[in-house]
């Protein structure tokens, strides 16, 4: 029997060689651990079935990605770090296009539950791939450009999984076509998302300072102020 930290590795590359081989409907978690060489019982243990292993096999390519991360790159203009950065991914994924393209073409066979766990994992691979190419991903203008970012992997993973070339450039070239699009859509999301806070913030200033004017000095004696009786007798003396 394996050691336990390796079965996790052992269900995923059994996974993804079955993918291969036939159609990935027709894989099922008895045949994947039978190929993994691991028990139903320790299989049950480390994951919860196929679209698990698959989320974790996205963790293993981010984690790979991550790992070859030199501090000399954050030297190279944005766009070019995020070109390596997702080029160093479909790298890594070339070994398993077969068997991507056998889950891509049942489409994951994924449950509901499954593919809005499966878009998750794929947002937050974004989130880390644009993070290591030195871009911010926080707040609205962060999580926009993680959208964006993840539909314009989408589009070239699929492109990618049909270019048969040995150096994957036409890939590149698709890629950075791509993401000359989306900086100009950053740009202007940018530029909007400014413009927003900056009218926000002379709203929010004038509604303070009408609030201060409206508010009644200490000295003032306004209806409100005025005790019950002296109302009362000032109303009778007009």
Known sequence: MPPKKDIPNLLIDATLKLAAERDWHD????????????????????????????????????????????????????????????????????????????????????????????????????????????????????????????????????????DDSTDFGPTMAYLDRELSKAAGWDRRVEKGLGKASSICGKIGKRCKSFSVKKSPSPGDNSPADVPPDQATSSATNT
Not at 82 to 103: G, K, Q
Not at 125 to 154: I, K, P
């Open 27 to 162: 894989v099922t978690m008895i045949d994947i651990a039978n190929e993994a060489g691991v028990s139903v019982a320790d299989c049950y243990d480390h994951c919860s079935g196929k679209g698990d292993l698959l989320r974790r096999f996205v963790k293993r390519v981010d984690r790979e990605v991550l790992a070859d991360l030199d501090s000399e790159d954050f030297n190279e203009p944005g766009h070019d770090r995020l070109i390596a950065v997702i080029m160093a991914r479909f790298d890594i994924l070339s070994e398993y296009r077969l068997a991507l393209r056998s889950i891509i073409a049942s489409g994951g066979d994924l449950g509901p539950a499954d593919g809005l766990r499966a878009i998750k994992t794929h947002f937050g691979a974004m989130r880390w791939m644009l993070e290591a190419a030195g871009f911010q991903t926080s707040g609205l203008h962060g999580s926009m450009r993680v959208a964006g970012l993840t539909a314009v992997y989408a589009r070239t993973f699929k492109y990618w999984l049909d």
